[in-house]
Structures are given as C-alpha cells and as structure tokens.
C-alpha cells in the first residue's frame, strides 16, 4: 500500500508544506553527526503531485456518491500491515480509473510510488524509469529514489518484494465496494438465516461461527446506510444489535449514529473497517459447514461479503473454544493472522559494552570520530566474537546503528552497575516498596509523567501546555551560563563542568515553555540531557536539560502526538499520534527516519524495545503492533483488548511485553512466539502505567482506578503453555488465575497513577496527581 | 441562551434535536426551512454532536481524566475545522430550566458584573504552585499505619483552623485594640505554620491603596509587611514583590493622608523606607532584581517636579534607604536641578505657601541627612580601601602626592574587591547596560563635598561633624587651592571616565551591608511594632547611638548612621556648640601610618561665628543659593586640604 498517499490524505490542505514522504530512508550509520545530509526532496513535489490523492479521494467519492465535506477525518485509509493483496487490488483498479480518465501523469506516478510492476499495458516506463522528460521527471524521481532507497536500506532484512498479483481485478467490485446489493428488504432475512443456522449447529462449531456475527452485521449495516436505505438499516440495527458481543458496544454506538451515507464519509474507523477485510480464524471443519449451509441457502449476499470483506484464516485441528476465541478477539481488524506472527525477532538484549576498558573504547571511538562507520562495524564485530558469548535470539549488535557511548555514559553505567549490586531481590514474599509522587495543585492537568532511570529528575506535561522538570533529589536544577559568561570561565580548570552551572538559577523544577496544546507525552533521554515532549498542537519537542530551552520542534504528524518515547540507548525516538501512524526519528533529523503505518486508528503509546532494535505500538484499534527499526515492517500483531491500549511494558529481558487498556485488563505477551501468555484482570478502570521490576519479577500497573497493583510476573511467564501445538496454532488457554498472580494492591486516596517507574534498587515510585474532587 | 429542545431516548441513550428544534432556531435567525430540511438538518447535527462528543473523548483520555471537559469537545472541533464554543469553560456546571409556559428549555446565563468582579475586596482562593510531593506510601509493601493517608491536606487548601487564625489575626491587627494588634504582630512574626496563609496576608497588605486616607491603617499594614518580613519560618518567594510593591506605595505616593498636614505621613514614609531597607537586606537574594527597578521609580519621582514634595521626600527617604550608594548614583548627581525646585519653594515666604515650605524643608533635612551619609560612607569605604591597598602602594608620602598630583579630581581609591558580591549589587552590575546610571562616574569624595557644600553650606559641616569624634589635630590654615579644585572636579569625571571604570564597577560591588544598616544593629528600634511607642524610641535611639559614638572608634561610623531619620527631623536638635573640626578616612589609618592618605580639616573660622550653624534653618535661601555670593562664601569659610 502506498503510504505516501496514505499520510498525505490524512494532512489538511492548509498545512502541506509539513508532510513528510520519504517512507524509507537508510537509518543514520554514524548517528552524533550533524545532520547534513537531510532529504530535501519531499518538500519539491508540485500541484501536479498535489492533485493525485484528491483525485484519488474524489474518484472514489464519484463513484460512491459521496460529497466532499470538510471534516476531521480523512478519505479512506487501508491496513498497511496485513492485507496487502487487497491493498494491490485497490492500486491496480485505481490505475485503471485514472487511465480511464486520462490522467496518464498520476498513473505513472502512483505505480512507480507504489512499486507496482507494469504487468498490463504498453506503458514504458519501469520499476526504475526515468520518468518523463517533462517537469515532473525530478519529483517522480525523487519518489522513485525513496522508494529504491527503502528497498537498499536494509540489506540484511527479509523484506520480501511485494508480490504482484496476476490477475486483473474487477474495477468496479473495488471502488464501489457497497454498491452490488440485493434486496435491501432481505437483509433482515439473510442475517436471520444465518443466525438461526450458527445458533443450529453443534456446540463446538458455534462458539468459532459466532464470530461471523460481528463483522456481516457491521458491513450488511454499512451497505445498507451506503444504499440509502436509512430506515431499513435502522430497523436492522435494532434487531440484531444486541446479539454483538459486548466488547463491540464501542463500535454498536458509533455506528447507531451512523444512519447517512455522508455520514460515512467522515468516518475513518468505518472507512477502514470497510476497506481493510476483518479477519476471522475459524476450524476447517466449520468454515465447511458455513461453507454448505450458504450454498445450499443460495445465501448470495452474505457469501459476497464474507468473500469481500472477510478474511477467514482457516486452520486445521480442533476448533476453538469460546474462552480461547473471546481472548483474542476484540480489535477493530478481527484477529491476528497466523502467519503474519511467525516473522523472526530478535527479542534479546545487545551486549554489554565492556567498560573496565575504558582505554580501549576510547581509541574506538576516536577513530569513529574520523567518519568511518564501516571501520566501526567492523570494529565493533570483532569485539563481539572476542567477549562472552552473546544471547542467540539478540540483533547484531551493529544491526541498527546505535550511538557512541560517551564518557559520561560510562560514568553512569558504573553507577548502574553500582546501584545493581544493591538491589533488592524482589518476589511474592518480598514486595517493593512504594514511593508515591503527588502532584499538588495540579490544577492545569497532569497529562504525563516519567522519571529518568537513575531516579534523579522528573517530568510532568500538563494540560496547559507547560512541561516542567523537578529534582527528586536534593540537587537543584541549574541552568548553563549564558555565553558571554561562559567565555570568562577557565576551561582548563578540572572543574569546569561544574563552573559552567550557574548558581543563581538553581531552584528544585523548571518550566518549559513552548508548546501550545496539551503535553501528552513526555520522555527523558537514557543520559538525562534531553527531554522529550509531544503534544496536541502536533509537535514533538526536544528540550536541552543543560540550558532548559526548547532544542528542536520536530514537525510531522500534523495530529496530536499522543505519546512519545526514547530509545534505551538515545538518540533515536518514536512518536504515535492521531494521525494513525508511528514515527521514527533520530534527534538530529528534522524529518522521520521511519513512518509505521498499519493501525486503523490513533497511535496511543509507544515503546522501544530494550534493544531498540523494535518499536511497540498500542493503538485505539484495540491491537499492538511491533515494528522493526531496521526496515520498518510490523513484525508482530497481538490482538485481544477490548479498548484502546493505553500502556506498554517491555520486560527487561526484551521476552515478554505486558499491555494495560481501558478495559482495566492486563495482557501479556511472548513476544518471541507471537503469543498471548496472560491476563490479569483486577483493575477497574484504564490502566495508564505499566512498569516491570529491574529483574522483571514483578510487573506494577497503575490505573485511573487510584490503585497500584503488584502482579507475579515470574509466576505467569512460567506457567506458560509451551508446547508446539499452541506455539503453532496460537490457540491458547490463559488460566483464569489472576487472583493467585495478584501479589499486592495499593490504593491511593484519590490519586490515579499516571506513571510507575523502579528505581535501580527496585523501589517503586508511583506518580500521579492529586484530584481534590 | 439557547432555546434547545432536547429529548433523550432510552434505549439509545444519546440526544437527538427534532426538527422542530432546528425550525425554531432558523426563524430565530430569520431563515424559513422547510419540514424536510428540518428534518434532514436535524438529522445531521445530531450525528455532527455525536461524532464531536465522541472525538472529544479521546482528548479527555489521553488528559488522564474522567470528566469530558469543554476544552476537549472544543479540541475536537477545532481539528474538524469548526468553529469553537465560547462561554461554557466555568468550572460550575450550568443550570439546564425549563420554561413552563413556552415548553421552552434554555441554559441560564447570567449576566456577570464585571465591575464588581474586579472590585471585589473578598479574598481569592489561594492557587498555589503545582509541586510535587514524595510520600512513602508501602514500605516493602505492607503499607503505613495510615493505610490510604498517602496525600497529604495541608498545602491543598486551607485548613479550619488556618482560615480561623488568619481572620483572628487581620482582625486584631486592624482592629482597634493596639494591645491585641502587638499580640498579633508578635504572633505573625514568630509563628512557623503560616506559609498557606502568605498569599493572603500579601493581598491583604495590597490594600494600602484603598486606605491611603487612613494613616493608622496605613502603619498597621506595614507593621504586618515587618512581621511577615522578621518570620523566620516564611519563605516569601515571588510575594516579596508584592509587599515591597506595598511599600513603595507608601514611600512614594501622595497620599490622601498626606493632605491634612497634622497627618504626620512623614513617620510613615520614614518607616516604610525602613522596612524598604530592611527587606533589602534581609531578604537580598529575592529582591535583587527589584532593585534596579526600585531605584527607577525613585528617580522617575525625584525627578518629576509636578509630583506634590512629599512625594519627593519618599524618594530621598528611600535612596537613602537603599544605601549611601544609591543616594551616590541616583540624588547626588540630581542634586543641582533638584535644588533650583526646592530653593524656590523655601525662598517663597508668602503666607500661602506656608505649609508648602515647611513641607520643603522636610525634604531639605531628608536630603542632608541623605548626603551627609554619603559622605561619611564614602570616606569610610576611601579609607578601608586606602587601608587594603596600603600595603601594595608605596606607603610614602611621596606615594601619596604624585597619586594625589597625578588625579587632580581625587578620584577614589580602588574599592575592595574582595566584597562578597551579594545579589543587588551584583544586579546592579549586570543592569547596568543600557540604563541611565551608564555614564555616571563616581565623583571624588573632595569634589563632592564641595558642590555638597555649595548646596548646604555650613549646615553639613555642623551635622558631618557631630557624628564623628574629634580626633587629629586640625591642621590650621584654610585651604587655597579649593577654589581651583572645584573645576578639576567636575571635568575629572570626564578624564578619568575610561581610565576609571573597572572601579566603577568595583565600587558597585559594595553591598549595602557595609553602609551601616539595620542590619547591624540586631534590632532597629524604630521596628518596634507598637506606633505609640516609635517617636519615644526614635529619640533614644538617637541618643544611645550619639553616647554610643562617641565610645566609638573613629572611623566606624556604622553604627551611627543609624540614626539618620531622627537627625532626618526637622528642625534639628542642636547638639550644643559644635566643633568645626573633623578628618575624613579617619585615624584607623593613622595608627598604621603607611595608608594615611589625606587628611581633612574643617577649622572653626571667624566666618563660622558670624554665622552660626544653628541659624542655618533661617539662613537658608542665603546659604543655599547657588549664586556666586555663596561660592565665595563657601571659598572663605571652608577649608578642605591634605596635609601631607
């Protein structure tokens, strides 16, 4: 699918100069340069590229009879992760309406953009034209080298080239995805039929048919409202509504609004539902009953939308359960496709530097200085061979180019190594202690929070637009001294790091001042001089703890920016906004280094993998991507919350992922198997913290519920079923054993706990700020 | 108002507009729909308000709160490019009624007076700074004894009792009692569990403005400023500004007090200068900043002839307030067209201007009292630096004179460095760019004495002296070469303006600790918290530093200056027959020899007895003039030499 026109369809016309189109570009090789060799090329495009998605968005409408209005959201958007047949499908029928329309240029440029191999007609232009000798030759060529770098930027990855799909798909069947109907007065009897069937056949197959229930219903719903049959389509919705599993209830209420075709026109989640296909899991043996029932029936227009919208993963063996289904299902996108898990991942941890060598590393990296990333690589891999030996399911260590460590980042991994020795083994007899951090008269609204991993600053973004940074030390917070004063400071002195403090701005927090929305993402870097903030005016900023000014307003997402995080090893960050896609970025680029597009909706959290080798993203859409860095794939889909997913974990080791959402539920994730492992199930309202102890014994959440709960992560990861079957079919049983996982619950008086965080020593700190009402 | 009908479905559970809705608020607006554009219009603004609602609810979300709030619905219209809702942001919910008659519903908004809401006197709840607190809330998670007490109350709001004691206290304090008033002061001023109450008493001293009629208000306001100020446990951070803001209110304005002329306002712009400098230099790392500014508005007033003298008397008070430095770089240059104002007052002996001249001779003793200090301060700090910097110059005679030959103007000695510079001077060094005081130049302490005396005349040799011991045999024989120096001594400033600046900023380093302040005296007995008693205290506490100085070693003349506001009185007590003769720099030097820089005398002459100081109040358009009749006056009976 192109993401081009995907992120550009979601840009609001007044703000194009922002867009940022370059999918792909190689990740720096020696990260700590200056940014010199910036991308240019996407701001070149002209009105003639300008015009290609709306003629996209209006050719669509045409058909669909849509009329263009003005609103939040955007033309319809489709999965980028999983269905990319589908996505090939729409490309090649859109070339054919614009062909149809003359609009010759735009074909071009979509099918080079889209890497679409010219099966079909006479046209010469290949994968790597030149383009036309006119004007738009540079811009296509500009499209066309970030394509070809995307393919080169990742060498050793297994992205496979997308395979083109040789039969030519009937134009109309695409675009007017709703416009074949049959009786509209039917429809109540088809669905009715079908229901009588499922609720008919044996027990074991009723519980995996009853996942059909959900989707016909939404797209029989939807192609009714899009036929115009109004009150038809609310008749229908009031009959068999109530049969939808109550995690839908979300969904069933938007919906019921939903009575006009217009209506759909704004409607993005319902856009995607309908472009993107749900995806079902289902036994063999049933999808055949279904199969003979609707044949027999001569069911037609239910057997169109399962063939359409449907994507039945069919499995063979026995069929699930209704726990095992209920566990999984949910997502705004069906389940998890079996395949789309199985892609290797390199969940371990990179190697520990060797620092008792300090003079080693030092030569490294003054040769590293010089510019020559591949003699780092080099370097680099030699070293591996020589230390202990390296955990198997660990990346190369050079496998995304991570930055030096400098000096101070030795001094502070002493520290951490110090600070190890002293921590507190932690277990289900031996609960941490808890630190509670209380906002006081936090009446503007405390949005977020994070510590920095030695404990020793905190952050909170506010509702006002403010972020401010308090010493949870005794230390004080001291601005750099402006220049003329630093000129008069003897640089030679052994103290100079010191003398560059200025004293009288010492004082226990600090304001920073540049946003002008909400802060909804705040995030320290790994060595405590930078800071990170996102925000609803659609900026994420770095902000300098040496000088406590705002560094660089990184500009991309045009959305709000609802969270944001540092890589573990710094320099790299990623962003997750409403713009429904994560972004990679390095600090010294003002452009993404990486755009995630797949989910169906807002990016609500995001987390780098403590290799920072993958970026976790929770989504609105109920589901969690894992991308990898290096080639931007989405390399794991968990499905299996019933609400949005408002917290991510990793487990120090880099094995397991935990994720909390609004439904007050916990979900553990193995992410090696691309398996559900465990629900804990306690907390009554959303879950905004999650946070695994140092060894990763014990798992913390914190909820809007005011209560911090400890739970036996050991415990649950070791009561995984590992067997292959499960590790095959994915068909997990989760024990229901949260009570006996549940090591301690704390309650706050009225405070919900925004952010946990353990410090080195495994003590908990909890923050969160303190609601008077 | 809206007039919007609104029924809510059960089994829906979400508000629907009917159409008649959507009739009604077209005619209002003038426009004839038609039933099924009604229907069709009704039909899309509730899915409008519905898909708003629901995008707003992930603003609220992602704030981490439970309650929808306008800001997010507003968010949310923004993003889909639709005008935002004003007027709901009130916290209080509004009242939904319905109209019986009409079957008309409507959101009741009234109308806010705003007059009332800015004059409004009641005290605003206080929002305090957003903080953080760390509470152990589980130690190895067993939990406290106080098994949810994680969140303490106290900084939230104000407690019961808090609210009870701060009534108490302002009651008492602006009550009648005086009895209750000392208890209260004494309370406030001791008390370590006021700091939620800061903000309140700031506000409540705020009100000076609105009761500048009221000059025992006005004391009782700045006794609480002092007793907020000596609390030991306050912090008062930002307040600081406010309370001195209060301050220089009653420093500097005319107040209507000041209109009746038996108000003795003048007391109370004494204290307040007090308490300026008190503040100054207690609370020094707070106020740095305000310095500068502070020193600005005195010479905005200063300089600003329309503004009635007692205003002006404030400013000279408050420089003199503000250190013998202050008084340096903002009164003394401003002197000479200050004076011309304030001859013309004095001269003026008509009826009418009876109490306008008494008014100017307040400000006459104000600013000799003024300058007199600073005279006596800059010796003191002429003769600690010669002492310093004895070592390192050739402590000969011969030294002295080629320095004293080679700067005719007697531009001062080097100011020690060695100061620790505190925040205002430091302030004061840092603003110094840009501002008016860019160009001063310290004016020799000789030079200024002249012109000071040319102002003063005699008048400032009597009170210069009577501060000081008498020590040094005078050296006889008026001095010639005065009436050449007067001129080096205004164009010194010019020549030795490059050459000189790196001890001009030196000099600023100073603090005005050093000038003999308050802050020496473990208790400036003018503070004492009761009114009654002040006057009674003022003229003992001259007394006790008068006795104290003469005991006194020479050259220490902190603890004299001291009592700058009773000698600031007017007419002045005349402290028997003075001697005329006096040394600046003192003899501390002399005992080590080797700094003995110069040496000043002051002789008693003929001329002195023909006009004896004592007269100098009746004397004074004589001996103020600036004409040349005074400058061969002052040539014939001042002697100013070095003898060396």
Not at chain 1, 30 to 47: I, N, S, T
Not at chain 1, 139 to 144: G, I, T
Not at chain 2, 107 to 127: H, Q
Request: glycine letters at 6%; aromatic letters at 8%; a neutral charge.
């Amino acid at each position: 699918m192109c993401l081009w026109c995907r992120i550009r369809q979601k840009i609001p016309k007044k703000k194009k100069t922002y867009y940022a189109a370059h999918v792909m570009t190689p990740l720096l090789s020696a990260p700590g340069k200056k940014m010199a060799a910036v991308q240019d090329a996407p701001m070149e495009l002209d009105a003639e590229k300008e015009t290609k998605p709306e003629i996209l968005s209006d050719g669509t409408s045409n058909l669909s009879g849509n009329t263009a209005s003005g609103t939040l959201s955007s033309p319809p958007l489709t999965a980028g992760g999983a269905p990319k047949q589908e996505d090939q499908q729409t490309l090649i029928a859109v070339l054919q309406f614009l062909r149809r329309n003359k609009l010759t240029e735009s074909v071009e440029i979509l099918r080079r953009e889209a890497c679409l191999e010219d099966q079909e007609d006479s046209q010469t232009l290949d994968g790597s034209g030149g383009g036309k000798g006119d004007g738009d030759g540079g811009d296509a060529n500009s499209l066309l080298s970030r394509v070809s770098i995307a393919s080169a930027a990742a060498p050793q990855s297994t992205l496979t080239p997308i395979p083109v799909k040789n039969d030519q798909p009937d134009v109309s069947v695409v675009l007017s995805a709703y416009s074949q109907q049959g009786d509209p007065s039917l429809y109540q009897v088809y669905y009715s039929s079908l229901k009588n069937f499922i609720e008919s056949v044996l027990d074991c197959h009723r519980a995996e048919l009853s996942q059909l229930f959900y989707p016909l219903f939404v797209h029989m719903y939807l192609e009714l409202v899009y036929n115009n049959h109004e009150n038809k389509a609310k008749a229908f919705f009031e009959k068999f509504s109530g049969d939808q599993e109550c995690y839908y209830q979300d969904d069933l209420r938007i919906l019921c609004g939903l009575t006009k075709k217009e209506h759909l026109k704004g409607n993005e989640a319902l856009l995607d539902f309908r472009t993107s296909r749900f995806v079902l899991r289902i036994s063999r043996d049933s999808y055949q009953l279904l199969k003979r029932h609707l044949q027999e029936r001569h069911n037609n227009q239910i057997w169109n939308i399962i063939q359409e919208h449907l994507y039945i993963d069919i499995f063979d063996g026995m069929p699930r359960s209704k726990s095992q289904i209920d566990s999984m299902s949910g997502s705004f996108a069906g389940e998890t496709r079996r395949e789309v898990n199985k892609a290797k991942v390199f969940y371990g941890l990179l190697k520990e530097p060797e620092i008792e060598v300090p003079l080693d590393d030092e030569d490294d990296e003054a040769e590293n200085e010089e510019g020559k990333p591949k003699k780092k690589k080099t370097k680099k891999d030699s070293m591996g061979s020589k230390s202990k030996k390296q955990d198997p399911n660990a990346p190369q260590q050079n496998r995304i180019p991570l930055p030096e460590l400098k000096d101070s980042d030795k001094l502070d991994k002493i520290m951490y190594m110090k600070e190890s020795t002293k921590r507190i083994r932690l277990g289900p007899e031996n609960l941490p202690s808890i630190c509670f951090y209380s906002f006081l008269n936090a009446y503007q609204g405390l949005t977020a929070v994070d510590f920095t991993d030695d404990s020793s600053l905190l952050a909170g973004g506010f509702a006002d637009s403010t972020v401010r940074v308090w010493s949870a030390t005794p230390k004080k917070l001291r601005k750099v001294k402006s220049a003329a004063e630093l000129n008069l400071i003897d640089k030679e002195s052994d103290d100079v790091l010191e003398r560059i403090m200025d004293e009288k701005t010492a004082s226990e927090s600090k304001n920073l001042y540049g946003h002008s929305g909400p802060v909804y993402g705040v995030s320290f870097s790994p060595d405590r001089n930078y800071l990170l903030s996102s925000s609803e005016d659609g900026t994420v900023r770095l902000w300098s703890l040496q000088t406590f000014t705002c560094l660089v307003g990184y500009k991309g997402h045009n959305y709000p920016v609802w969270d944001t995080h540092f890589s573990p090893f710094g320099y790299y960050f990623v962003s997750g906004g409403h713009d429904r896609v994560a972004r990679l970025w390095a600090t010294d680029h003002y452009q993404p280094l990486r755009i995630f597009a797949g989910h169906l909706a807002d990016v609500t959290c995001t987390r780098f993998h403590p290799n920072s080798n993958y970026v976790v993203t929770g989504s609105t859409d109920r589901t969690i991507r894992l991308w990898d860095v290096l080639n931007g794939n989405c390399v794991r889909f968990f499905t299996g919350h019933k609400g949005p997913i408002h917290s991510l974990a990793f487990s120090p080791n880099g094995k397991f992922l935990a994720s909390g959402s609004t439904d007050g539920r916990v979900l553990l994730w193995d992410i090696g198997h691309g398996l559900m492992i465990g629900e804990l199930k306690g907390h009554t309202d959303t879950i905004y913290a999650l946070k695994f102890s140092r060894d990763g014994e014990i798992l913390a959440s914190g909820s809007m519920d005011n209560t911090v709960r400890l739970w036996d992560s050991m415990k649950a990861f070791d009561d995984m079923e590992t067997d292959d079957f499960t590790a095959a079919t994915g068909h997990i049983h989760l024990p229901d054993n949260s009570q006996e996982l549940l090591l301690g619950m704390y309650h706050s008086k009225s405070t919900p706990v925004t952010h946990l965080h353990f410090t080195r020593r495994n003590l908990l700190l909890a923050a969160g700020a303190y609601n008077s009402q | 108002c809206t007039s919007t009908a609104m029924t809510e479905r059960e089994e829906r559970r979400f508000a629907e507009v009917p159409r008649e809705s959507i009739k009604l608020m077209a005619e209002s607006s003038g426009v004839e729909l038609s039933e099924e554009v009604a229907a069709l219009l009704a039909e899309d603004v509730c899915y409008r308000l519905r898909e708003a609602t629901q995008n707003s609810s992930q603003f609220m979300r992602h704030a981490k709160r439970r309650k929808l709030s306008v800001e997010d619905l507003n968010r949310a219209l923004r993003w889909s490019n639709t005008e935002t809702i004003c007027g709901y942001g009130a916290q209080d919910a509004l009242p939904f009624r319905p109209l019986k008659e009409g079957e008309l519903f409507f959101v009741e908004d009234r109308e806010i007076n705003l007059v009332e809401l800015a004059l409004a006197t009641n005290i605003p709840k206080g929002c305090a700074e957003t903080m953080v607190r760390v509470h152990v809330s589980y130690l190895d998670g067993k939990g406290n004894l106080e098994p949810q007490g994680t969140v303490p109350t106290a900084v939230q709001s104000l407690s019961e009792d808090l609210l009870k004691y701060y009534q108490q206290i302002t009651r008492a304090i602006l009550g009648e009692d005086p009895h209750l008033m000392k208890v209260a002061l004494l309370d406030l001023q001791s008390n370590s569990k006021i700091a939620a109450l800061l903000p309140y008493f700031v506000y409540v001293i705020s009100g000076v403005k609105s009761v500048s009629h009221d000059l025992d208000q006005l004391n009782r306001l700045l006794h609480m400023v002092k007793s907020l100020v000596q609390n030991p446990y306050l912090y008062l951070g930002s307040y600081v500004r406010s309370l001195v803001s209060s301050v220089m209110y009653c420093i500097l304005e005319p107040l209507a007090a000041s209109i009746n002329p038996l108000n003795d306002h003048w007391t109370l712009r004494d204290y307040a200068a007090l308490l300026l400098s008190h503040i100054f230099w207690t609370h020094g790392d707070l106020v740095s900043g305000l310095y500068h500014q502070i020193l600005l508005s005195l010479q905005k007033v200063l300089s600003d002839p329309v503004r009635p003298l007692c205003s002006h008397y404030g400013a000279v008070v408050g420089l003199h307030a503000l250190g013998w430095k202050a008084v340096e770089r903002v009164l003394y240059p401003h002197l000479p067209a200050y004076w011309a104002n304030l001859q013309a007052v004095l001269d003026d002996y008509s009826v009418s201007n009876a109490q306008v001249k008494a008014d100017g001779h307040k400000v006459y003793g104000a600013i000799l009292v003024a300058v007199e200090r600073l005279l006596k301060m800059k010796a003191l700090s002429l003769t600690l630096a010669a002492e310093g910097s004895g070592a390192g110059l050739p402590g000969t005679t011969t030294g002295a004179v080629s320095f004293r030959e080679n700067s005719p103007g007697l531009s001062p000695p080097p100011e020690p460095l060695s100061e620790p510079p505190l925040g205002i001077a430091s302030h004061l060094q840092a603003g110094g760019a840009g501002c008016p005081w860019e160009e001063w130049t310290p004016v020799s302490l000789p030079a200024m004495y002249c012109e000071l005396y040319s102002f003063f005349g005699d008048s400032l040799a009597v009170r210069f002296s009577t501060g000081l011991p008498l020590g040094g045999v005078p050296p006889p024989g008026p001095c010639q070469p005065l009436e050449g120096r007067k001129e080096p001594a205004s164009s010194a400033p010019n020549l030795e303006n490059t050459r000189k600046m790196p001890q001009l900023t030196a000099s600023m380093n100073i603090s005005p600790r050093q000038d003999g302040s308050p802050r020496m005296e473990p208790q400036p007995p003018s503070l004492a918290a009761t009114v009654p008693g002040r006057s009674l205290a003022r003229s003992s506490s001259s007394s006790v530093s008068r006795s104290r100085s003469s005991s006194s070693r020479p050259g220490r003349s902190t603890s004299q200056s001291r009592d700058i506001f009773p000698k600031a009185r007017f007419p002045l007590p005349q402290a028997g027959p003075p001697a005329f003769s006096f040394i600046i720099g003192g003899r501390q030097m002399g005992r080590r020899c080797q700094g003995r820089r110069f040496q000043t005398s002051f002789s008693p002459t003929p001329p002195l007895t023909t006009h004896p100081p004592r007269a100098y109040a009746h004397k004074l358009p004589v001996i103020g003039r600036v004409s040349k009749p005074v400058r061969r006056w002052t040539c014939s009976h001042y002697s100013l030499h070095l003898p060396l």
